[in-house]
């Protein structure tokens, strides 16, 4: 994921959403959380997915036992996870502010731009366009979590 290209984001992969994720070494919890909600095979699908992933220190802002909490509960753990994915390749090009797209979870999450920053509801993508072959990764700064 170091590839960058002049325009901030990444040259496309030859690798999926998984593989990609994996290979960065930044996306340990976020990995073992889809692994043990059951979503590996749909991360491993053709798509196009939009994954807004929250990178480890994401993870490690959320209250204390909270994950704990939620790997212990497969359906509302698989409920967070797929709040974090949009069933289509939404390029940074493509979030419009003060729109909503519909995630995988069934409710719309909120793009919203503050200070020149694009927000998901209200995590900060720290990094962009990182393409895949089943579609594209943006990082972020928090865990997001369906109403």
């Not at 749909?42 to 704990?68: C, I, R």
């Amino acid at each position: 994921m170091n590839n960058a290209d002049e325009k901030g984001g990444t040259a496309p992969s030859e690798k999926n959403i998984l593989q990609t994720a994996l290979e960065a070494e930044t996306f340990k919890t976020l990995l073992a959380a889809v692994k043990a909600a059951g979503l590996e095979n749909t991360l491993n699908s053709h798509g196009p997915f939009t994954v807004f992933a929250p990178n480890d220190e994401a993870f490690g802002k959320l209250p204390a036992g909270a994950l704990d909490g939620l790997l212990k509960d497969k359906v509302k753990l698989a409920s967070v996870l797929t709040y974090h994915v949009v069933a289509e390749k939404l390029m940074a090009k493509d979030l419009n502010d003060e729109s909503a797209e519909k995630t995988e979870q069934g409710t719309d999450i909120a793009i919203t731009e503050k200070d020149g920053m694009m927000l998901i509801n209200n995590a900060k993508i720290l990094q962009k366009d990182i393409e895949c072959t089943n579609g594209v990764i943006h990082v972020i700064d928090t865990v997001l979590m369906p109403k």
